[in-house]
């Protein structure tokens, strides 16, 4: 396949790279410049609405950035009634599983940290500061805490009547790196399956920094952050790895063995294809996305190369006005051009 194209002006020169691309950027597995922008976009506006308390979500508050603190842990209400699940998951399932195991850690948490400096820290924070940066063994409160956010996550990641395929823009990134829907199930199973023990197999944003190369204007990528599929050991989740939890998937054995036994892969595929929650995937994929740009501290790709453009051209006149730089004056097809050209795949390049 012909590769895309893509033409950058930088003052003086004009410098020219193929980007190559396993498809076409006007194919739908292709994640933009404009998808990153808009997925930010839509994630500010859902943090505005948060603040307003128009879509308050407990859960959703306790990440680790959360500077928010408790004097005890309490236990969240499930999002929808107990036997709203069935028949994936049963109603005496929930119960056991919500009201027992997951009261359990919640009990135990709150008897550990009493009078502790954990007292007074949100549970995310207790939970990445207990960890001990991964050291055995971690603090005390680490499993109890990891469980117990785990199992918020994990129950709100499911919906009565979930399941079926991703929104649109969930969909880009899935195609984009895994290859397809299909293909992110299948890698997803297979780390299910393959999870010796009690854990949990997690769908996750990986952040990383805009690559740059050595000119005056950074190519654009759709290499920004990916979504990775990892399986967990007991409580381990990704935010220890510095990685943003969109989908929990719990395996640990009292998840299923009332409804399925022994028989792990189906209960797994049934909450794949029938109960979770792929716009609430999708609103925490667009939380993550503004979450790792803020991190990185770098704007977006077409905001960077109109400020590199910019500083370039301040120079050069800052040079001329000093009498550092004499040159002839240029005609006037040779003056620099005054913005980036992106040319499409399948058009020509110009000359």
Known sequence: MTPRSILLDTGDSRRRWDCQMTRCAGEANVV???????VAADASTDQAADASGDAADVLESLNPGDDSSVAWIKQQPLPYPADALEPYISK?????????????????????????????????QMMLASFNEGREPPHAPFFHAAQVWNHDFYWRSMKPGGGGKPPERLLKFINRDFGSYDGMIKQFMDAALTQFGSGWVWLSYKGSKLPHVKSKSPIPSDNYGRLVISKSPNAINPLVWGHSPLLAIDVWEHAYYLDYENRRAEYVSAVLEKLVSWEMVESRLRKAVLRAIERDGHTSPKQRRKQLL??????????????????????????????????????????
């Open 32 to 38: 933009t410049e404009d998808d990153m922008a808009n």
């Open 92 to 124: 005496e399932t929930v119960e056991q599983h919500w009201g027992v195991h997951q009261r359990g850690h919640v009990d135990r948490l709150n008897g550990m940290i009493g009078g502790s400096e954990w007292e007074r820290m949100s549970i995310g």
């Open 310 to 351: 910019s500083q370039a051209r301040s120079r050069v006149g800052d040079a001329s006005t000093s009498g550092e730089a004499r040159r002839r004056p240029r005609s006037k097809d040779q003056q620099a051009p005054s913005s980036v050209t992106m040319v499409p795949a399948g058009e020509a390049v110009p000359n």
